[in-house]
């Protein structure tokens, strides 16, 4: 029996009104097993970035459920703009989901490795020395931990954030084009400290990509256009 | 450039909210500018108002003129405009009574000169005391024809100065000549009776006759030796008013000197010496103080300008650090569009020119309106000051009309146009540094970032996260959370100060309250005065009615002209109401006009309030003889009481007090000693008490037309009203001024608090990607909205403290802790500081509520969607 940990169904998410009005997600659902490794490939615009934000508990689909591990994110009891759903949202991402951006968003008034046990500190919890220098050691930032964001470089700042995303020890991980500002090199070596981390501590992984050659290193590939998901056959 | 300007323009239309500050801030400071302006002329033109409503427009009144002597003046070009008129002046009535050794009354005779008219008392004393009081009035208020016309008998009362009324039994008829010489009679001590003294020959035309029995005598000498009665009424002089047309630092020398040059003598004082053809003058000192002129004046002009200088510098300084901060906060969002304007192609004077046209067109918008706030505001305080009607009443004016000047309107907009100007430019240099590649990539490599040194010490806390992320944000925004403190700490100390200046005033009005009232009286006359002076005016005012002899209190005669060494250990030099440290007997030397070996009381009073003093010593102990000064000089021992010999801190101040008799009775023999005495002037107050209070005013009105020349009348009323109108006015400008600049302190905390938290927008969206809660959120920025408050608050409460320990020192002298605190209530200054700080962080919650809602209600991945 597969073990699925996180499953959307029939999540819209619709942006604008009138003239304006955007169709991010129609419909669309989907699924992925525990420790798999999934990429969601799709043209610009076609709703990737969004469907991740859900999955991630950092948007509100308009309709649809979201379970992850479990337990049922979406639909929410209330609307979005309840204090108490907030919450709930917001401790569910730092102990649950490790997510990795684009443009690194590391927060640049905190030191390298404040941005990595950012999220344990946010729950009150320490980090696990050991744990810690793991993760360190594997992304080589061992040395860097005294600097801010704006002293490392692109690839540097990259590891940083996946090093951040793993470091509460999340079940699912969501990176939405984690290489896009890199160059090929800091590219190939951001995938692969991807696969090694969470094939290591037991994660699943669901990343963005427009890259064909990242896609093909997953286990499973999706394909978005206006909305809606399909598989494809690798 | 013509881009430029329209990028300056949708920069403006972009960052509306830090447009609106800006303009806000510009508006206020030209508006406080113009009005701290504005206020100042208008008092000057108020006062100067009410010096002309209530003495006339004219800086000099010369009076006691003849008709020649008048035209002289009247048509000479140091005058602008000049009044002629023709006047009745009388010189006060001196006749005087003293009781001699053998108890029978005597009259001293002077220069009395009743419309001209040198008047003798005839010997009938008693007959003739009615008619002295009634003469006394009637020449008091100076009309002839209150004196009864049965007195002529023939021809004419005297109508100009070569004319003269003489008894009808001196064997002249109308139209004589007659030369006569004008006496001045004085008592001979050594005659005991009066004898003639200077002379003038003159030639008179009899013009009327008058009777005997009814008319006052003169006693004239004429060249044959002989003496014989007559009356004489002289006609009326004339008046000039005039005004300078130049009122530069020498006009009253140029008076004197136009008045020499014109063969018109000028005297300071016609006084007793009727015998010269000499004429009263008077300035007009209030118009002509309030006219800007004048050694007193300058020095005030120059006091006022020194003081409105210092305000609008500190308004000025407000309003840039305010203006500055805000060009600051936009500045880190343009250093990168700036940077990919450079990667296309723009130079340095287009990337300046874009920040500095922004500063510009905001000025151009804010001047205008400050400059119209600025007038509502002045019109506003005027109408204000104006519905007072008591006050209206007493400055005899309508209403207070603001000036205003187009000076005003230049330099205030000049200063907003100015400042605006200087704080974009500025910006604008700065940001143009910024380098391309770094701007367009979104982030810095530069090695100068202002990260922490040290990394901070909970960093491995979870409880302390929230701290750790507040000092990395101080740090990193090091310069900006200083100025923000700064404008805050500076906007509250001024509200602080502003507030708490009507309270020292009132306690310095306590302070003279009670020195008013100490002495019990209802008037003060003060003024040099020689004894003459002195005996003559206190004989009028206890024959007026209004006073009697126990309510006329001389004391402190010669007032500061005593001075005293303690020779004993504390060897101190004192002067006459000085203080004496410590308890012990002491030697005392003293000298003064009235010192002699006679008993005298010392009074010694450990607060200032003399009237209650406890007599201490009355026995000098030796006679030193003359002093240096040429006065008695003697040397007192006394014991000062002190219940403490250990306090060290004993004060008390020592006074000679004298009684009315004991006056009179060293005054005769100083007269022995001291030949010059009776003539010499030597300061005195005279402390008056109204029989009946009924009769204030009128005893009032009495006292001004019996003042002798260079002495000035207080009464007590007027100088509590004109305390309490100062008082008054300086609170309503004091609220004004304040409520301006808690409008600037409000705005400059609202907007700071707005900005910090929409510029921490993205490291909120960060955070809360990855996990942060709404409270945590909020406990964030609720350090960061009110740590600069809380540095603010300190700071504020520090300086305050400062200033009123430096207030007490200078106004107290000499640091009595009790009577400073007393005097500067530091607890009213602290409350001030409470109600700011407690203003301060409520402005700053609600301006952080609304931003933080914003962010809070916003979903996450907005916030991530976001421009790095």
Request: aromatic residues 10%; proline residues 3%.
């Amino acid at each position: 029996m597969k073990d699925i940990i996180i499953k959307a169904e029939n999540l819209t998410k619709i942006y604008g009104v009138g003239d304006s009005r955007v169709t991010a997600l129609d419909n669309c659902s989907f699924s992925a097993e525990r420790g798999s490794f999934t990429a969601v490939t799709g043209t610009s615009g076609s709703g990737k970035s969004t469907l991740l934000h859900i999955l991630g508990g950092m948007d509100c689909p308009d309709s649809g459920t979201v379970t992850v591990s479990g337990e049922t994110l979406f639909p929410l009891d209330g609307r979005l703009n309840n204090r108490k759903n907030r919450a709930r949202l917001a401790v569910f991402r730092r102990r649950n989901i490790g997510f990795i951006f684009q443009s690194f968003n590391l927060i640049p008034i905190m030191t390298v490795k404040e941005n990595i046990t950012a999220p344990l500190m946010l729950d009150g919890r320490t980090a696990d020395a050991e744990y810690f220098k793991e993760i360190t050691e594997l992304f080589e930032l061992s040395d860097r931990l005294d600097s801010y964001p704006a002293q490392l470089s692109g690839g540097q700042q990259q590891r940083v954030a996946i090093a951040r995303s793993l470091m509460a020890k999340p079940s699912l991980i969501l990176a939405d084009e984690p290489t896009g500002n890199l160059d090929t090199k800091n590219s190939r070596e951001i995938i692969a400290l991807l696969k090694t981390g969470i094939r290591r501590f037991h994660q699943t992984l669901v990343l963005i990509t427009h890259d064909p050659e990242i896609a093909g290193q997953a286990d499973r590939a999706v394909y978005m256009t206006d909305g809606r998901l399909s598989e494809i056959k690798c | 450039m013509k881009d430029m300007l329209l990028l300056a323009l949708r920069y403006i239309k972009v960052q509306r909210k830090h447009s609106i500050f800006i303009i806000i801030s510009v508006m206020l400071s030209v508006a406080l500018t113009m009005f701290s302006i504005s206020v100042v002329f208008t008092y000057r033109e108020t006062k100067r108002l009410a010096a002309i409503e209530q003495t006339g427009s004219y800086h000099i009144l010369m009076t006691g003129l003849d008709e020649e002597k008048a035209g002289l003046l009247s048509h000479n070009a140091a005058f602008s405009q000049t009044e002629l008129f023709k006047m009745n002046t009388f010189p006060d009535p001196s006749e005087r009574q003293y009781i001699d050794e053998y108890g029978n009354d005597n009259f001293y005779t002077y220069n009395y000169l009743l419309s001209g008219t040198d008047i003798d008392i005839v010997s009938d004393y008693d007959a003739l005391r009615r008619e002295i009081s009634v003469a006394g009035q009637a020449f008091s208020s100076g009309s002839t024809e209150l004196l009864p016309k049965t007195l002529l008998t023939e021809g004419h009362m005297p109508e100009n100065a070569s004319q003269i009324a003489i008894s009808e039994d001196s064997g002249y008829k109308v139209g004589d000549k007659v030369k006569l010489s004008k006496a001045k009679m004085v008592y001979d001590n050594y005659r005991s009776y009066s004898v003639p003294t200077e002379t003038e020959e003159k030639i008179y035309t009899v013009c009327g006759l008058l009777t005997m029995r009814e008319a006052y005598a003169n006693y004239f000498y004429v060249s044959e030796e002989d003496s014989f009665p007559f009356t004489g009424f002289f006609a009326s002089t004339y008046g000039i008013r005039a005004r300078f047309a130049d009122m530069d630092a020498h006009f009253t020398s140029t008076f004197i000197d136009i008045c020499e040059k014109s063969g018109v003598l000028v005297a300071r004082n016609v006084g007793w010496d009727y015998n010269s053809p000499e004429f009263n003058y008077a300035f007009n000192d209030e118009l002509i103080t309030a006219e800007a002129a004048g050694k007193e004046a300058r020095a005030m002009l120059i006091e006022i300008s020194a003081a409105l200088y210092v305000v609008i510098m500190l308004i000025l300084a407000g309003g840039r650090m305010i203006i500055d901060c805000e060009f600051e906060l936009t500045a880190e969002k343009k250093r990168r569009h700036m940077g990919l304007l450079m990667s296309i192609g723009a130079d340095d004077r287009q990337l300046v020119a874009v920040t500095t046209f922004e500063g510009i067109i905001l000025g151009l918008i804010a001047v205008p309106l400050g400059l119209i706030l600025g007038y509502l505001i002045i019109i506003a305080v005027c109408m204000i000051v104006s519905s007072d009607s008591e006050l209206m009443s007493k400055l005899c004016l309508d209403s207070i009309k603001p000036v205003i000047s187009i000076w005003y309107l230049v330099i205030a907009s000049i200063t907003g146009i100015g400042w605006v100007f200087f704080s974009a430019y500025g910006t604008a240099v700065r940001i143009k540094k910024v380098n391309p590649v770094e701007a367009v990539n979104g982030y810095r490599k530069s090695k100068k970032l202002p990260f922490p040194k040290k990394p901070y010490k909970h960093r491995d806390d979870p409880k302390k996260f929230l701290g750790s992320i507040n000092y990395s944000t101080m740090h990193m925004e090091k310069k900006r959370f200083v100025s923000c403190t700064a404008s805050v700490t500076l906007s509250m100390f001024l509200f602080v100060m502003l507030s708490y200046s009507p309270v020292l005033y009132e306690n310095y009005l306590d302070i003279v309250y009670e020195e008013l009232h100490g002495y019990n009286s209802d008037f003060t006359i003060i003024g040099e005065m020689s004894g003459y002076d002195y005996y003559e005016l206190k004989d009028r005012l206890t024959e007026s009615g209004y006073f009697d002899d126990y309510d006329i209190n001389p004391f402190w005669i010669y007032y500061d002209s005593v001075k005293g060494t303690v020779t004993a250990e504390d060897s101190k030099e004192y002067r006459f109401k000085s203080e004496y440290m410590g308890s012990r007997s002491a030697e005392i030397n003293i000298s003064g006009h009235y010192l002699t070996d006679m008993p005298l009381a010392l009074i010694y009073e450990k607060d200032w309030g003399f009237a209650n003093g406890s007599i201490i010593s009355a026995q000098p102990k030796a006679y030193n003889g003359i002093s240096a000064e040429g006065m008695p000089e003697l040397q007192f021992r006394v014991v000062i009481p002190d219940d403490d010999p250990e306090d060290r801190s004993d004060r008390g101040y020592i006074g000679i007090c004298m009684t009315s008799e004991m006056i009179d009775e060293y005054e005769r023999e100083l007269r022995e000693s001291c030949p010059d005495y009776m003539e010499k002037a030597g300061e005195r107050f005279i402390y008056l008490q109204v029989r009946n209070t009924d009769e204030f005013d009128k005893a009032k009105k009495f006292i001004e037309t019996i003042l002798p020349e260079g002495a000035a009348m207080h009464d007590l009323k007027s100088d509590i009203n004109g305390y309490d109108y100062m008082f008054r006015f300086i609170r309503l400008m004091a609220a004004a001024v304040v409520i301006v600049f808690a409008l600037i302190a409000v705005s400059n905390i609202f907007n700071i608090t707005v900005s910090g938290i929409s510029e921490s927008r993205q490291s909120y969206g960060l955070l809360r990607a990855v996990g942060m809660t709404d409270s945590q959120l909020e406990k964030t920025a609720a350090v960061q909205t009110f740590l600069p408050i809380i540095y603010a608050s300190v700071i504020t409460l520090i300086l305050t403290a400062a200033a009123v320990i430096i207030i007490a020192v200078i106004t107290v002298g000499s640091p009595d802790i009790k009577q400073a605190m007393a005097f500067t209530e530091p607890h009213k200054a602290l409350i001030r500081v409470i109600i700011a700080s407690a203003a301060a962080f409520a402005v700053a919650a609600l301006a952080a509520y609304f931003p933080l809602m914003r962010i809070e209600k916003s979903t996450v991945s907005d916030s991530v969607r976001f421009e790095v």
